[in-house]
């Protein structure tokens, strides 16, 4: 059945044209395809190289797309082995049929998925945590974790050690959470259930501090058009200017809470820059903190400094946007901050 | 507040030992916890007793670790989670019951296994490789205790090794 396609809206058009300019055309061709079916291999459980193979004995054609991340995987589709030989559509040289895509919720059904040696992960998603750099016996927080994709890739680069605090306001999102943890056999984790703004007061009073802290803030979701199109139908410049807010609010939280030296990564799944770039800036402009630079394994945009009659402080540059078409990814917006001390 | 019992060194050496006698487990170094009446847990030594408190102060605790085993009501005998035996694989020699590859897909699927095995008990259950949790077996069966939410919905060839 295909896929119900929603019609973007002209304000949003609109937008999108301003922040692109000559990408514009690349970015609407791409939103037309889905993502590619990428996940992460759970190094708690299992190394990548022995996923990988196991996954290559079931017929799945995988590749590893950075080799400095081997867990990062994409499938790119599966031999069909019903094909008989002889038949055509077969690569008698190699013994192999034709490759054909997994089908729908496949990925999510095997035997590996289920016994937690992978976790299902667009890859912008993961991108994430590879700048928080977690490392073994830090404390970190993960403020609003649910349903867990970056906090059991958190635990497994922190090797299951140290302290990990994955909060997450809203109940019917705890279970998903919790769930997807004891999938993965996260052990140094815990789950807390608070508004995110009102924990961070609490840990502030009792000077309770961390390394590291992930804010992946609840957004409006612009760069999940490819997977979910209907963000398209719901989308709304207010809920953008709420968002916001609340998005300064919990920068805010989240920078009281970290130790001298210590890094909280800002992130979103949206290309809006009231949510992405003015955060950063709000931050930089509010506190005795620095934006650092950021390597990342794919092609990004950096951060823009100007948007409508805003003008924002020129290390804002630093921040990365990750836009659909420059990686074949999912849209998604990144700033490392540093508080200094 | 969070009903979670951290075991103290006495509760964790009696804990570790009904481990070795049932499947030959001889160290935990994590953290060991009951949480609720049966459920056990296990958390990275980086977490402190203190620590659960103080943040079930803060926000309300919701989860630590991850369920590990749970004690059979009627026996008292400790049942592993499919974590519990994936994280304690490289200790468990005892009780251990390995499926071939029938079986092993019908274990995954949720499936009690009408089997005669002559044994008793809670046996880890083993395909090649991987780790599958816990069974009981009696006279004629084998009973399934995989979560609704780990089984498979199809049938499909298990290639688990």
């Known amino acids: 059945m295909p896929k119900k396609t929603y019609e973007p809206k002209p304000l949003f058009l609109e937008r999108m044209k301003e922040l692109l300019g000559k990408d514009f055309d690349a970015y609407m061709e791409i939103l037309k395809h889905e993502p590619v079916r990428s996940f992460r291999c759970n190094t708690l459980k299992i190394s990548p190289e022995n996923l990988k193979k196991r996954l290559e004995e079931k017929g799945w054609k995988i590749k590893i797309p950075f080799e400095k991340y081997p867990e990062i995987m994409i499938v790119e589709g599966k031999y069909d082995n019903k094909i008989p030989s002889g038949a055509g559509g077969r690569d008698e040289k190699n013994n192999k049929s034709k490759l054909i895509d997994l089908e729908p919720g496949e990925l999510g059904r095997s035997i590996e998925h289920l016994l937690g040696y992978y976790y299902i992960q667009e890859i912008a998603s993961m991108l994430p945590v590879l700048v928080l750099e977690p490392k073994p016996e830090e404390r970190v927080l993960d403020l609003c974790a649910s349903p867990g994709s970056k906090t059991t890739q958190i635990a497994a680069r922190m090797q299951n050690s140290g302290l990990l605090i994955a909060n997450e306001v809203k109940f019917g999102r705890i279970k998903i959470l919790a769930a997807n943890l004891e999938r993965c056999g996260v052990m140094n984790t815990i789950i807390t259930r608070k508004d995110g703004i009102a924990l961070c007061k609490r840990f502030k009073d009792e000077n309770f501090l961390f390394d590291k802290i992930l804010l992946d803030a609840p957004c409006s979701g612009e760069g999940t058009i490819r997977s979910t199109p209907r963000t398209l139908e719901m989308w709304n410049i207010n809920t953008i200017k709420q968002l916001s807010n609340l998005q300064k609010s919990l920068i805010s939280s989240a920078i009281e809470i970290l130790k001298p030296n210590g890094t909280l990564i800002y992130s979103t799944c949206t290309h809006a820059p009231e949510e992405d770039e003015e955060i950063v800036d709000f931050a930089l402009k509010n506190f005795n903190v620095e934006v650092e630079k950021i390597e990342l394994p794919l092609k990004t945009s950096p951060g823009i400094v100007r948007w409508e009659e805003k003008e924002y402080a020129e290390d804002v540059k630093y921040s990365c946007r990750v836009y659909p078409q420059l990686a074949d990814t999912e849209g998604f917006f990144i700033a490392k901050i540093r508080k200094l001390k | ?161």
């Open chain 2, 1 to 161: 507040m969070i009903p979670i019992k951290v075991l103290n060194k006495n509760e964790k050496e009696k804990f570790i030992k009904q481990l070795n006698e049932q499947f030959g487990i001889k160290e935990v170094k994590d953290n060991i916890a009951k949480f609720g009446k049966e459920r056990i847990i296990l958390f990275s030594a980086g977490i402190s007793e203190k620590e659960i408190q103080t943040l079930d102060r803060f926000g309300r605790v919701e989860g630590v670790g991850v369920y590990f085993a749970k004690i059979d009501e009627k026996t008292n005998d400790l049942r592993l989670s499919i974590e519990g035996t994936q994280l304690l694989k490289n200790q468990i020699t005892k009780n251990i019951f390995e499926l071939d590859e029938k079986q092993a897909e019908q274990w995954m699927m949720g499936q009690d296994l009408n089997i005669t095995t002559g044994k008793k008990g809670f046996f880890v259950i083993k395909f090649k490789g991987d780790f599958l949790g816990t069974g009981k077996i009696s006279e004629n069966k084998i009973s399934n205790f995989i979560p609704k939410s780990r089984r498979l919905r199809y049938k499909e060839s298990v290639k688990l090794s």
